[in-house]
């Protein structure tokens, strides 16, 4: 479980790790050199300034976390590719999440079981600024925000990515199973603690989808979308292009948020 985030607080991954701490309200800090305290914003973060050089001062925040994660697109030069030589260093584990090689969506997922697996409690993050990338801002924002998301359900004992053609569908795949929309959601309310309704209800519209990853893999699987559950997804068409089972799975979801957006049982973050 993630209890602190930190970085060198350079515009781009770096902001964007320290924002998205703060939104979340996880704890966050790093160091910076004192040159650059006048480019930051460190009345708004929690930094510190030591009196060394960038080098120095991205060895100290790796050897101040558990683990270094790195998000950026391609070979790694630069801070990105000094966090990681020195990560290795000091033994620390590290992430390079590659936006080439891997959608934002499987990128969160990635993210989020590597911090799982090596019990990673004070993370470092890293990658480019957004002079090098003007657009590495708003990815990196999502994609931590997906992955820092509460779990909804415990997800290991599922396969994220099953290859829905591997075995043909038996009946007693989906005995007991609900056979409706309002059904599922209703299941699903009964399974979420106040705190995990709550986190739902204040997602925007918008956000909703992006920000859902681990609930939408788990509804596939619990309610056998993947082995075409036709009971529950006859009455969705998905749109040319468009994966049945996500259709299916966003309808669900957007009915639970709206349900949830109805009930006095949650609590409401003003804005």
Known sequence: MIKKIISAGQTGVEQAALDI????????????????????????????VIHANYSQTTEQNVRDSDGTLIISAGKLTGSSALNRRLAEKHGRPNLYTDLNLIIAFQAAEKISSWIRDHDIEILNIAGPNSIENIDIYQT?????????????SDMSRYDSFPDPHADKPKLE????????????????????????????????????????????VYVKNEFRLWKRNEKLMKSYIARPGEDETDDVSAVIITELWEKLQKSDNVLRVVK
């Open 173 to 216: 795949d989906f005995i007991g199973l609900p056979k409706t929309v309002d059904q599922v959601v209703d299941m699903i309310l009964s399974q979420l603690t106040f705190k995990e309704k709550t986190r739902i209800a204040n997602f925007s519209r918008k956000k909703l989808m992006a920000s859902m990853p681990s609930l939408r």
């Open 140 to 152: 990196a924002s999502d994609i931590l925000e997906t992955a820092f998301q509460i779990k909804l």
């Open 21 to 48: 701490a703060i939104k979340l309200g996880i704890a966050h800090g790093g160091w910076i050199p004192e040159r650059h305290k006048t480019e930051i914003l460190s009345d708004i973060y929690q930094l510190q």
